[in-house]
């Protein structure tokens, strides 16, 4: 199916009430983990994205049977597992999946799983993934573009990753809960999708401690039983939003948010000279007194600045006077939106995975989205300057944002998509 253009008329502040959606980084990981029980689970808060259908796609094959019962809430049922191969097709067009290899191997015993590759922005390496399962006891061979594992027993003993990777925790953590072992993971991820994932496993009968430290312990259960779980707000759907409002100088408030997931944003942003307000689960970004003030962005693992959100906070800099400076060292490459935000009058230089941004006013242009990140940097740098900017590759942001520019129309936004498409890479 393809997609006609993204068209977007800015120039002028928006305002108003969004609710964030839930996370897609913490739902995909979960709809994967409910691989390990027999029993019927529902999970509420899960977004419709492009992304969750490539993934239910995959689990089809795997034997899962599903039903959308509400707008958000998805009923998964696994009783056997079918077929334990992840093909290079249903891999390919989306590398977080790749993370059904720790599912499958736990509960039926092994499992053959495409090499992911790279993708528009670099190279995404699987190496600690496979590194975790092997020192845990399970043999895992690389066969023709495929890896494929294998274990006799329970996964066991202690593994310290050498960087901190979220889907490499998640894939240790999900072969690792069934059976009689103890798994030690060390130097583990913290990031929310992944206490996320351990939340939602001991909900079903998972024993998993240590979710939020560097140091997860899972001992073994024989099963998993069915429950119903709800997954965290998208907390970069809200760094998205934050960077929306003050890019376009717009008074907004995000509804369905834990500020708690957001400080690294929210200090930048209040470093920049924008006025925040928390209240509950809302979040007021008001951009509207006063001029925004220059600032230095280096992206780290959680809880540091997120490199989902540094494409975006680029390209609000690329509107701020005065010089910043983007570094991202977790996706050196994630650049695809320098060269369209030039196209737009931004001045940037880049050097390595850093960025120096000379501010300006944007001007309109057509453009286009290689990347999801990109996609929704570019939607901002639209939405800051008058005349119409026509996006390419808008079906990006169907992968990770749900009806984006519908819920943007409600803060009056001026833009128009018309038809639905898949992408087919990262
Ligand atoms: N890394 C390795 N070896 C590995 C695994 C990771 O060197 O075996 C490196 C990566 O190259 C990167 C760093 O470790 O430099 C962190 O990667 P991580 O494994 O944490 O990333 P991921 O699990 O593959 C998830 C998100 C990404 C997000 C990253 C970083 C999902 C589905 N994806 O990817 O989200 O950028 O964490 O926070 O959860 C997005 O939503 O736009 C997106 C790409």
Not at 212 to 239: C, K, S
């Amino acid at each position: 199916m393809l997609l006609t253009p993204l068209h977007v008329q800015g120039g002028r502040p928006l305002s108003g009430e969004i609710t964030v959606q839930h996370s897609k980084n913490a739902a995909l990981p979960i709809i994967v983990a409910t691989l390990l029980s027999r029993e019927k689970i529902t999970l509420h808060g899960v977004p419709r994205l492009s992304d969750v259908d490539t993934i239910l796609d995959l689990m089809h094959h795997l034997g899962t049977s599903h039903a959308w019962v509400g707008e958000n809430t998805l009923e998964l049922h696994t009783p056997e597992i079918l077929n334990t191969d992840a093909p290079y097709a249903l891999v390919s067009k989306m590398r977080a999946s790749f993370i059904v290899l720790g599912a499958i191997l736990a509960r039926a015993g092994q499992a053959t799983v495409s090499m992911p590759g790279g993708c528009a922005w670099g190279p995404r390496p699987v190496d600690q993934h496979v590194k975790a399962l092997r020192a845990l006891g399970a043999e895992v061979v690389e066969d023709g573009g495929n890896f494929d594992a294998r274990r006799t027993g329970s996964l066991n003993g202690t593994f310290v990753f050498e960087l901190l990777t979220v889907g490499g925790t998640h894939n240790a953590i999900l072969a690792a809960v069934l059976g009689d072992g103890v798994v030690t993971l060390e130097n583990a991820s913290i990031d929310t999708d992944v206490v996320d994932l351990i939340e939602f496993l001991n909900s079903v009968g998972a024993d998993i401690q240590g979710a939020g430290t560097n140091t997860i312990v899972i001992r073994g259960v024989p099963a998993l039983r069915g429950g119903a779980y709800t997954v965290i707000p998208d907390r970069i759907e809200a760094g998205t939003f934050m960077m929306l409002a003050a890019a376009t100088r717009s008074r907004i408030t995000l509804n369905n948010v834990r500020p708690d997931h957001l400080r690294a944003v929210t200090a930048k942003l209040q470093e920049m000279g924008v006025d925040i307000l928390e209240s509950g689960s809302s979040i007021l970004v008001d951009a509207t007194r006063g001029e925004l003030k220059p600032v230095n962005v280096t992206t780290q693992s959680y809880p540091g600045f997120p490199t989902d959100v540094q494409p975006q906070m680029s390209a609000l800099l690329a509107t701020v006077p005065g010089t910043s400076v983007v570094q991202d060292p977790v996706y050196p490459d994630r650049l695809t939106h320098v060269a369209e935000l030039h196209r737009m009058g931004a001045n940037i230089t880049v050097s390595g995975y850093t960025q120096v941004i000379q501010g300006s006013r944007l001007h309109a242009a057509p453009v286009k989205a290689a990347d999801l990140r990109a996609g929704a940097a570019l939607f901002i740098a639209g939405l800051t300057c008058e005349g119409e900017t026509v996006i390419d590759g808008v079906q990006y942001l169907n992968r990770g944002y749900e009806k984006l520019t519908e819920r943007l129309r409600g803060l009056g936004a001026d833009a128009r998509q018309t038809e639905l498409a898949m992408a087919m890479d990262d």
